[in-house]
């Protein structure tokens, strides 16, 4: 149904993204290069359509789930290999037992039943390389590609002690029997690890498919919420709709939090209570941010409190943000302050200065402390 609370895996249960839909599924079919970006800012449905893509897609595919590690210092070599075997041991059918053949000759690998054992320490740590050539070895054989999705892959830029760039860079050059989904919400932060900016980045250059999710226009909010609703069998009034489209501000995960919530309760309390969740949601994404960034937490505070007071503009939220701190920013420092806010997904900038991704996000800002 429209308004069930977890990532969507079917087609009819998607809201009005068969363009992007349709973007992502090209790619999958056809020859447009081996790797792909999935992007858009938290809440706009990227899990969901990466999943239903990947539903409908006759070969096998690996998503591997990045956040977990969101909000830690470091990405380990452990952490990494366990969530590949985890992906590969999600597979089913033939591909389950065609992938779990090919693997059981590489170093570092142990099969069990229809199990596979990534070991990720010791002299027998299994190479992610390895183990991508052989899964490209048995999409080339197929005729059909492997996919690796790396769901909010700009994690990848934590990896400590090894190297993910330069490992999917050589894939992107020599394996062709794979194909790669990286999907970003916090869009800046995986434009760096890819080094779209950097000559000296293994994966600068590489021309990559992109596929872009924006939040609902109040149209498609009120449309999506009216349709959900009805398919529930539960009748709102416009004004009802209404309010909910103006409060939640056109993001997808609000939306479908509320219709959920108004399944079984009244709208005032539905509405009160995707309030409290994305407040507390937000609040934790921000302390996420911040507990990497502990000297700099004040600047960072002030600056977000500045945009929820209404503060726009580079220089008016400089001045509120050195008047409450009581001390001068040197003004290359504070524009790197911005752009770090930018590339987490926690501001956007466009030519009239730099708000909030959405209203309930600015208002949870503005109980920072």
Not at 43 to 51: A, E, I, M
Not at 173 to 194: A, C, E, M, N, W
Request: charge should be positive.
């Amino acid at each position: 149904m429209l308004l069930s609370p977890e990532p969507k895996a079917s087609r009819r249960d998607l809201y009005d993204r068969e363009e992007e839909l349709e973007k992502l599924s090209m790619f999958l079919r056809g020859r447009l290069g081996p790797m792909a970006l999935l992007l858009g800012l938290r809440r706009t449905g990227k899990t969901s359509l990466l999943r239903v893509a990947l539903a409908e897609y006759e070969g096998p595919s690996i998503i591997l789930d990045l956040r977990r590690v969101e909000g830690e210092g470091k990405l380990s070599y452990r952490g990494l290999t366990q969530l590949l075997e985890e992906g590969i041991n999600r597979l089913r059918g033939r591909w389950r037992r065609r992938l779990l053949e090919a693997l059981r000759s590489i170093k570092g690998v142990e099969a069990s039943g229809l199990k596979v054992y990534l070991a990720w320490g010791g002299r027998r740590r299994v190479s992610l390389s390895d183990v991508l050539a052989k899964l490209s070895e048995v999409g080339v054989e197929e005729g059909l590609s492997v996919v690796v999705a790396f769901d909010e892959a700009q994690e990848l830029s934590k990896a400590a002690g090894f190297r993910v760039d330069l490992t999917l860079a050589y894939a992107y050059d020599h394996l062709q029997g794979l194909k790669f989904i990286l999907t970003g919400s916090k869009v800046g932060l995986l434009y760096r690890f890819i080094g779209v900016d950097n000559p000296k980045a293994p994966l600068y250059g590489r021309a990559m498919w992109e596929v872009k999710l924006s939040y609902f226009t109040p149209e498609q909010s009120s449309d999506f919420l009216t349709k959900g609703l009805e398919e529930a069998g539960v009748k709102a009034s416009v004004d009802e709709v209404q309010e909910a489209v103006e409060e939640l501000d056109g993001v997808p995960g609000w939306l479908t939090l509320y219709g959920y919530q108004r399944l079984t309760q009244g709208h005032q309390e539905a509405l009160d209570r995707v309030r409290a969740t994305a407040e507390a949601l937000v609040l934790s994404e921000v302390e996420s941010f911040l507990k990497l960034r502990p000297q700099a937490r004040e600047r960072y505070v002030e600056i977000l409190k500045a945009v929820a007071a209404g503060e726009g503009a580079w220089s008016s939220i400089k001045r509120r943000v050195e008047a409450a701190l009581g001390e001068p920013i040197p003004p290359k420092n504070y524009t790197e302050l911005l752009n770090n806010l930018v590339c987490a997904g926690l501001l956007v900038r466009s030519r009239d200065g730099y708000a909030a991704p959405d209203k309930l996000m600015e208002k949870a800002y503005a109980k920072l402390r």
